[in-house]
């Protein structure tokens, strides 16, 4: 059987093979502590759950409309005032099976062989990925610890070509933690203005989960709000990943390409979900923000245990739920039998011998770096970063 090429231009998400190959350790009778996937380790507030159950029980068991159900849209409509003072209407929102489904269908619905694609490293894994698939090019524009993991404004403009269609980015950023303040967020608008055929996605999965103040959009400046498409969802913030909901604000014309897309793919996303999202989005926020409250706590114990690493260099993350060190000082370390020549050696180090599952950097963009989630409970973050603490004094 001869499979399309199609399957040779991407990458199996390393988030997913790294938690995997910790299930795999697992079931051979290994304790191993998951810091390797991105999802809160919470259960969905009630009220939400309540708000499904009543679906069932009311019915909505039908196919759904393509962008999703109209009082759905205007939930994110109501969201996105509240929360951003950004205005829309329901015809500028598309709700996907998920916000990897949303940046799909605008990567798609954007970006043609050739096309370049500006993404500041680090990145989430599937921005490349998606590039990719639409036969797009990749243009990575660097960055570091020392850099607080964003872009300098001139770093971007450097980046852009007469081939530049999309710049893409994220919000709090998975997996670097870093949050754009309006300044940042400023700078770059000054550099989209000149540069008008350049459409910004801007992703902010993570806008709840932020430890330096309140959430800035690029959408915010209203001469650049029509190029740009807001990617979000309800997996992080309301600890909803299995339900499977994402949405996008964006242009109109652009919204029709992307329903036109997903009618072919899955069409309307799962109808309970739907009517649970409504709830979520415009009823109360306290779980929310208790569960913030909460990854704050880990957050700041995280980076105590981190910094007592020695040769770890990490910048403390000011949103999402990760911890994204520099540990390129133990490349070319050795514990006699596991030679450390990368991330992925790293990674793969301290899943064998710490038993701790974590995501290679080269995943994201980043070969000198490691993603370490927080997302889990204290007990098991203070076991986890232990167990790494003393596999790595074996690399001489």
């Known amino acids: 059987m001869q499979f399309s090429s199609l399957l ?71 969201k996105l005032k509240r929360d951003n003072n950004l205005d829309y209407k329901p015809e500028n929102i598309v709700a996907s099976t998920g916000a990897k489904q949303s940046l799909a269908n605008a990567i798609l619905a954007l970006v043609d062989e050739g096309d370049e694609v500006v993404i500041p490293t680090p990145y989430w894994v599937t921005y490349s990925e998606l590039v990719k698939i639409a036969r797009g090019k990749v243009v990575e524009i660097r960055t570091s610890v020392e850099s607080g993991f964003k872009p300098s404004a001139a770093q971007v403009e450097a980046a852009i070509t007469d081939k530049t269609k999309v710049f893409m980015f994220s919000s709090p950023c998975n997996p670097s933690g870093a949050v754009y303040s309006k300044s940042e967020l400023e700078a770059l608008a000054g550099v989209f203005r000149k540069y008008p055929n ?39 913030g309301f600890a909803m990943t299995g339900w499977r909901l994402g949405y996008t604000a964006s242009n109109v014309a652009l919204a029709k390409a992307m329903e036109k897309l997903q009618g072919q793919f899955t ?55 990760y911890a994204f060190p520099d540990v390129s000082a133990y490349y070319g370390k ?17 899943l064998n011998n710490a038993h701790v599952s974590c995501v290679m950097g080269d995943a994201f963009g980043e070969p000198k770096c490691v993603r370490f989630s927080f997302a889990a409970s204290m007990d098991n973050i203070e076991t986890a970063w232990a167990r790494i603490k003393e596999a790595l004094t074996r690399l001489k």
């Open 267 to 321: 069409s309307g996303t799962c109808s309970i979900t739907q009517k649970a999202a409504v709830v979520a989005l415009t009823g109360d926020l306290r779980p929310s923000h208790d569960m913030t409250a909460e990854f704050t706590r880990r957050r700041e114990r995280t980076m105590q245990l981190i910094n007592d690493i020695p040769g770890f260099k990490c910048f403390a993350p000011e949103g999402a739920f």
């Open 198 to 236: 350049i459409t910004i996605l801007a992703d902010e999965i993570y806008e709840y989960i932020n430890f330096v103040g309140a959430h800035e959009s690029i959408a915010q400046f209203d001469d650049l709000k029509d190029r740009v498409v807001v990617i979000n969802g309800l997996s992080k």
């Open 334 to 350: 050795s514990d006699g039998t596991n030679t450390i020549n990368n991330s992925s050696d790293m990674s793969m180090y301290i």
């Open 8 to 78: 040779d231009r991407f990458a199996e998400p390393e988030t997913l093979k790294m938690a995997k190959l910790g299930r795999e350790l697992a079931a051979q009778g290994y304790n191993v502590i998951n810091l390797s996937l991105g999802e809160p380790d919470f259960d969905t507030p009630q009220h939400i759950k309540d708000a499904a159950i009543k679906a069932i029980n009311d019915n909505w068991s039908h196919y759904s409309p393509v962008p999703g159900y109209m009082d759905l849209r205007e939930a994110v409509c109501a």
